[in-house]
């Protein structure tokens, strides 16, 4: 699903932050010619997620040479104690690598994770979990790609997807009715409206004004009841803002389509994933 350019240029650029011009432990430590097997281990219970971008940070290290075997797949769930993969290679790349390696592994797990965690606590219900824009620099499709692998659905990747009107577009475009109109007026055929609405008034506008989804922005659960009610299926109802895994479910209740969180992507735990030289 990753363009492998993208990949490789965010472990160049992670490697050469990390090794200026030469690793002061390893280069003077581990003799060139040493060669070494090592162990991915999962230690917590989650999604699995970047396995094998972890993998090519090794492959860009020793373009040849290099051996991976290869136990658990993203989508996998992990059980403490696990074995993720084995490794054999030059030790001096295994140690290089390893930080950077796990960096990526354990953070895109731990997107995962999270967003499974919101899935399972939304099963039986209409909606779906997306995820948001709140995502690192640089990171983004990385993000997005584990939010899918923990069961969640993408929203838009930047700008360009989609016009997405906020309170703000509102305020200084001269109001929803106004800058719906203009919007439609230069919009290819192609790209959706979506709205953020803040209570029932601006729902009524929103539908009025007949944009595609309309996001109801930190209402209230009963709030959220009369909006499902009042849209009637007219337009996708995204709830957003402050979503919990308390409040997760009451809000999946109501019958909105979909909760995004930008929690699952800016706020997650880093999976407990090490690497270990094998003795």
Same mark, same amino acid.
């Given at each position: 699903?990753?363009? &492998?350019?993208?990949?490789?240029?965010?472990?160049?650029?992670?490697?050469l932050e990390d090794i200026n011009y030469l690793d002061a432990a390893t280069d003077y430590l581990i003799d060139e010619d040493q060669e070494d097997s090592a162990r991915f281990l999962?230690?917590? !219970? %989650?999604?699995?997620?970047?396995?094998?971008?972890?993998? &090519?940070?090794?492959? @860009?290290?020793?373009? =040849?040479?290099?051996?991976?075997?290869?136990?658990?797949?993203?989508?996998?769930?992990?059980?403490?104690?696990?074995?993720?993969?084995?490794?054999?290679?030059? /030790?001096?790349?295994?140690?290089?690598?390893?930080?950077?390696?796990?960096?990526?592994?354990?953070?895109? =797990?731990? +997107?995962?994770?999270?967003?499974?965690?919101?899935?399972?606590?939304?099963?039986?219900?209409?909606? =779906?979990?997306? !995820?948001?824009?709140?995502?690192?620099? %640089? @990171?983004?499709?990385?993000?997005?790609?584990?939010?899918?692998?923990?069961?969640?659905?993408?929203?838009?990747?930047?700008?360009?997807?989609?016009?997405?009107?906020?309170?703000?577009?509102?305020?200084?475009?001269?109001?929803?009715?106004?800058?719906?109109?203009?919007?439609?007026? &230069?919009?290819?055929?192609? #790209?959706?409206?979506?709205?953020?609405?803040?209570?029932? &008034?601006? @729902?009524?506008?929103?539908?009025?004004?007949?944009?595609?989804?309309?996001?109801?922005?930190?209402?209230? +659960?009963?709030?959220?009841?009369?909006?499902?009610?009042? /849209?009637?299926?007219?337009? @996708?109802?995204?709830?957003?803002?402050?979503?919990?895994?308390?409040?997760?479910?009451?809000?999946?209740?109501?019958?909105?389509?979909?909760?995004?969180? %930008?929690?699952?992507?800016?706020? #997650?735990?880093?999976?407990?994933? =090490?690497?270990?030289?094998?003795?």
């Amino acid at each position: 699903m990753i363009n &492998r350019i993208y990949v490789d240029n965010i472990i160049k650029t992670a490697l050469l932050e990390d090794i200026n011009y030469l690793d002061a432990a390893t280069d003077y430590l581990i003799d060139e010619d040493q060669e070494d097997s090592a162990r991915f281990l999962a230690k917590d !219970d %989650g999604v699995l997620c970047g396995i094998d971008i972890a993998l &090519r940070v090794f492959e @860009l290290l020793q373009p =040849s040479g290099f051996e991976a075997k290869v136990f658990r797949h993203d989508g996998d769930e992990l059980k403490k104690g696990d074995v993720i993969a084995e490794i054999r290679g030059k /030790t001096r790349n295994l140690l290089k690598g390893e930080r950077t390696a796990l960096n990526l592994i354990q953070h895109l =797990s731990g +997107v995962a994770t999270a967003t499974n965690r919101a899935v399972r606590l939304v099963e039986g219900t209409n909606a =779906s979990i997306a !995820d948001t824009r709140k995502t690192l620099p %640089g @990171l983004r499709p990385l993000q997005k790609y584990a939010v899918t692998v923990g069961g969640g659905r993408n929203h838009r990747f930047n700008l360009s997807d989609a016009a997405m009107l906020k309170d703000n577009h509102v305020d200084a475009g001269g109001g929803i009715k106004n800058a719906v109109e203009k919007l439609k007026s &230069r919009l290819g055929h192609t #790209v959706k409206i979506e709205l953020e609405v803040r209570d029932l &008034r601006e @729902l009524a506008q929103a539908l009025e004004a007949g944009v595609d989804i309309i996001m109801l922005d930190n209402m209230s +659960v009963e709030m959220m009841k009369q909006a499902v009610e009042i /849209t009637g299926g007219r337009a @996708l109802l995204e709830a957003s803002g402050g979503i919990t895994d308390e409040t997760i479910r009451a809000i999946a209740e109501t019958g909105v389509d979909i909760i995004s969180m %930008g929690a699952i992507t800016h706020s #997650v735990k880093a999976f407990d994933i =090490s690497l270990k030289i094998v003795k």
